[in-house]
T-cell receptor, first 111, second 111 residues
Framework: DAKTTQPTSMDCAEGRAANLPCNHS???????VYWYRQIHSQGPQYIIH???NNETNEMASLIITEDRKSSTLILPHATLRDTAVYYCIVRGLYNNNDMRFGAGTRLTVKP | NAGVTQTPKFQVLKTGQSMTLQCAQDMNHNSMYWYRQDPGMGLRLIYYSASEGTTDKGEVPNGYNVSRLNKREFSLRLESAAPSQTSVYFCASSHISYEQYFGPGTRLTVT
């Protein structure tokens, strides 16, 4: 599976949008971009995934560049409860046994 | 639905002791997984089971054995614990290729 690069940490003001970037320049055509988050040592929580079109659900939006080499997870109105480590993972749709969690981005939402 | 449950929540072992970590899911998922997470790092896959009756090695299988007891339960066994196995262990399940659901974790210390 493709390797991803994320910033180590980011801050965001409460109520503002949090934009978390991820680079995956070696992504192949059949690989999806997944985002998970881990709040304070709990088990990771699925957020969203996409192939090439932008995706939105009740938690977040995922913007994937046209060349698919990078993506951005957007939390539209960050709250203190969104403070967590966010993982960007690239894998084939049927490669659920190869979820490569890197170190992720530690997002701190500040009042 | 309880989702994914793990027992015990905490465990302290002496070097050389054995133990089994239990995991159960009530979502009728086919696939189950065991991960470990060391401090400041992402999760690494130990073993997975794509379906009842099958198991396969992940990224870091050495020192572990697994049993897929039935569709609901997937256990992880340490036959002779070592300090290097001090970690947080997460179990997860998924329906084939969809997102994974994680348990709350077992915090294991080997002295």
């Amino acid at each position: 599976d493709a390797k991803t690069t994320q910033p180590t940490s980011m801050d965001c003001a409460e109520g503002r949008a949090a934009n978390l970037p991820c680079n995956h320049s070696t992504i192949s055509g059949n690989e999806y971009v997944y985002w998970y988050r881990q709040i304070h040592s709990q088990g990771p929580q699925y957020i969203i995934h996409g192939l090439k079109n932008n995706e939105t659900n009740e938690m977040a939006s995922l913007i994937i560049t046209e060349d698919r080499k990078s993506s951005t997870l957007i939390l539209p109105h960050a709250t203190l409860r969104d403070t967590a480590v966010y993982y960007c993972i690239v894998r084939g749709l049927y490669n659920n046994n190869d979820m490569r969690f890197g170190a992720g981005t530690r997002l701190t939402v500040k009042p | 639905n309880a989702g994914v449950t793990q027992t015990p929540k905490f465990q302290v072992l002496k070097t050389g002791q054995s133990m089994t970590l239990q995991c159960a899911q009530d979502m009728n998922h086919n696939s189950m997984y065991w991960y470990r997470q060391d401090p400041g790092m992402g999760l690494r896959l130990i073993y997975y089971s794509a379906s009842e009756g099958t198991t396969d090695k992940g990224e870091v299988p050495n020192g572990y054995n697994v049993s897929r007891l039935n569709k609901r339960e997937f256990s992880l066994r340490l036959e002779s614990a070592a300090p290097s196995q001090t970690s947080v262990y997460f179990c997860a399940s998924s329906h084939i290729s969809y997102e994974q659901y994680f348990g709350p974790g077992t915090r294991l210390t080997v002295t």
